[in-house]
């Protein structure tokens, strides 16, 4: 990480940091100063009250200071601020804004889910405020009861709805994070499987090439050459395929891939790169050419790539035939040989290997299917439909 990025980080953070701390002492300095200064400012005002003291400046605190656990201990918090203002009533002071601490208090543990115990404490506080008034010879007056009543119950909806606004935030971020997470699964599955297509691929080639090479070597060093000339070209390519694929990982920077996108229009560079092989290899193609979506395009092309793979792997002397089939709501991509097909130890026709198994998923991830299998009269078969969107269809 560059030293720019470590200070953007480090800003970031700090930014953070202090967002998270203004957010803690705001209501704690706000219910500090409304609390002090409004109930000086009312006792100046009600001479019949007592006059506010030591203890009364220490109970007016108390409830704002209270505030800063809050996070961690809503109903604890809301019990200390409800019992300074019964203590402060209770002790004859003047009235004045001194239940701002409490309305903090109380708005933030429903909010943070404690919604039973703060229903409790909340009408334990009411019937409690009722009786001090009561008792300070205010009498009982249905107007004032009800107004409390009334007053509470809002503090108590406004934070069930700050709440339910809350939870439901902290879902849709919630949604949209494992649909990022599925979606950078899905992403690592397919450069896994363009991984093992090019792999494969390329790597059977090569190793079929140097084993010729070998053989020929001292015999007949012309075609000794011509299979190293094979075995510089598969190698170039599939550094070449690394190299675009690794890009992406990387990320290192957004410019486009040098390469591009694996597609059926590579489909005759790939049979002639098989050809020189030794590997017959005849392309027919059905239906007039149309512009397909990368995702089948993409697949429909790795899926013959793997598939001619395998036949260059395990059908000895044998021929293949490519048939791409696209006049219908379906790219059909089909790969015949006559070969002695594949051997029990292959992996290809349900054993180790993830040759066919990776061809399946391929097709099933665009909502189609893949049959693999041996042909009547010998040989192999490997055959896919690509359903393609509304949009792509053959009118």
Known sequence: MSANARHAERSEAGVTVNASRARLLGPVVFAVFVQLMGSFGAA???????????VAVALLLVGPLALLARRRYPIPTLVTTVAALLAYLGLGYAYGPIVVSFVFALVNAVIKGRRRATWVVTGITYLAMVAISWLRGHGFNWWAVSGLAAWL????????????????????RRERTEAAERLATEERLRIARDLHDVLAHHVSLINVQAGTALHLLDEQPGLAREA????????????VELRTM?????????????APTAGLAGLDELADRLRATGLPVTVRRVGEARALPTAV??????????????????????????????SGPAVVVQVDDDGRGPGPDSGVNGGGGNGIPGMRERAAALGGRLQAGERPGGGFRVRAELPLPPAQETR
């Open 246 to 258: 690794l890009g992406v990982l990387r990320r290192v920077d957004e410019q486009a891939p040098r």
């Open 44 to 54: 100046a005002k009600q001479p019949t009250a007592r006059p506010l003291d030591a």
């Open 297 to 326: 395009d993409t697949a429909a092309f790795r899926i013959v790539q793997e598939a001619l793979t395998n036949v260059h792997r395990h059908a000895g002397d044998a021929t293949a035939t490519v048939l791409v089939d696209s």
């Open 228 to 239: 190293l000339t094979a075995i510089k070209a598969s190698s170039k390519e599939v550094l």
């Open 153 to 172: 119950l809002v503090l108590l909806t406004i934070g069930e709805l700050v709440r339910s606004r809350w939870e439901r935030q902290a879902r849709e």
